[in-house]
């Protein structure tokens, strides 16, 4: 017989997800407290949206944390200014000279 731990996150009495790992469930545990932080603050917001609709917007915020953190700080989406940047043109190429050609 195999004994297997696992670490569940229980929110409000129901069961959201299990994992093999503290490390993994304490990270989720944390995204589902700025899940619920962000619905907050997108019920003071000026665009009326139903509960479904802030629900699912601030959970999907949260799970791109690092992706709206870099875009907060930067003003740009991350890695988007290697591909909205101009190609470089690539350098003409230079002809050798011949040893003992005259210049």
Do not use: C, H
């Not at 509960?51 to 915020?61: D, F, H, N, T, V």
């Not at 290697?82 to 190609?87: E, K």
Request: aromatic share 4%; no cysteine; hydrophobic share 50%.
């Amino acid at each position: 017989m195999a004994v297997v731990v696992k670490y569940v996150v229980i929110r409000e009495g129901e069961e959201k997800m299990a994992f093999a790992s503290k490390k993994e469930a304490d990270a989720y545990d944390k995204m589902l407290d700025l899940a619920a932080t962000l619905e907050q603050w997108l019920e003071q917001g000026p665009v009326e949206l139903e509960a479904r609709q802030q629900e699912a917007l601030a959970m999907w915020l949260a799970e791109q944390r690092d992706t709206l953190s870099a875009v907060l700080k930067t003003g740009n989406l991350p890695g988007a200014a290697a591909s909205t940047a101009p190609a470089a043109e690539p350098a003409p190429a230079r002809k050798r000279k011949a040893a003992g050609a005259p210049a």
